[in-house]
C-alpha cells in the first residue's frame, strides 16, 4: 500500500509506510528513568546529534539524526545523575515522521 502525505495542498512524499520513515532516516531511542532535571533535558537537546527530545511521565524520547550512538547520550544521562533503567532504540513510527515533515515545512 502507498501513503501520500499531503500538506496545504502540496504533495511532501508518496511511498509505503516502510519507505517514508526510512526516508526520514531519524532513529528514535526511549529512555525510561527518574532524575531528569531541566537542566540535564536542555544540555541534551543542545547536542547536535539530537533532532528532539521529549520528557513525558519517566519517559524520555529522542529523536537522533542519523547514524547516532545510543551509548554516549546514556553516559551522559548518567553522569548527570539520571536514574537510567531501560533503553530502547528503533526507527521513528510513521505519526513521528509525519509530524516532523510537516513541521520541517513551516
Same mark, same amino acid.
Not at 4 to 15: D, Q
Given at each position: 500500500?502507498?501513503?501520500?502525505?499531503?500538506?496545504?495542498? $502540496?504533495?511532501? *512524499?508518496?511511498?509505503?509506510?516502510d519507505?517514508?520513515?526510512?526516508?526520514?532516516?531519524?532513529?528514535?531511542?526511549?529512555?525510561?528513568?527518574?532524575?531528569?532535571?531541566?537542566? *540535564?533535558?536542555?544540555?541534551?537537546?543542545?547536542?547536535?546529534?539530537?533532532?528532539?527530545?521529549?520528557?513525558?511521565?519517566?519517559?524520555? *524520547?529522542?529523536?537522533?539524526?542519523?547514524? *547516532?550512538?545510543?551509548?554516549?547520550?546514556?553516559?551522559?544521562?548518567? $553522569?548527570?545523575?539520571v536514574?537510567?533503567?531501560?533503553?530502547?532504540?528503533?526507527?521513528?513510527?510513521?505519526?513521528?515522521?509525519?509530524?516532523?515533515?510537516?513541521?520541517?515545512?513551516?
Amino acid at each position: 500500500s502507498q501513503v501520500a502525505v499531503i500538506r496545504n495542498g $502540496k504533495l511532501l *512524499t508518496v511511498g509505503s509506510p516502510d519507505e517514508i520513515r526510512s526516508r526520514a532516516g531519524n532513529t528514535q531511542a526511549e529512555i525510561i528513568g527518574h532524575k531528569f532535571t531541566k537542566k *540535564t533535558l536542555a544540555e541534551l537537546r543542545a547536542r547536535r546529534e539530537i533532532a528532539s527530545a521529549s520528557l513525558h511521565n519517566n519517559h524520555l *524520547t529522542i529523536n537522533l539524526q542519523k547514524e *547516532t550512538s545510543i551509548a554516549p547520550l546514556v553516559s551522559f544521562l548518567v $553522569k548527570k545523575g539520571v536514574e537510567v533503567e531501560e533503553v530502547h532504540k528503533g526507527i521513528a513510527s510513521l505519526e513521528e515522521v509525519f509530524i516532523e515533515m510537516v513541521e520541517e515545512e513551516k
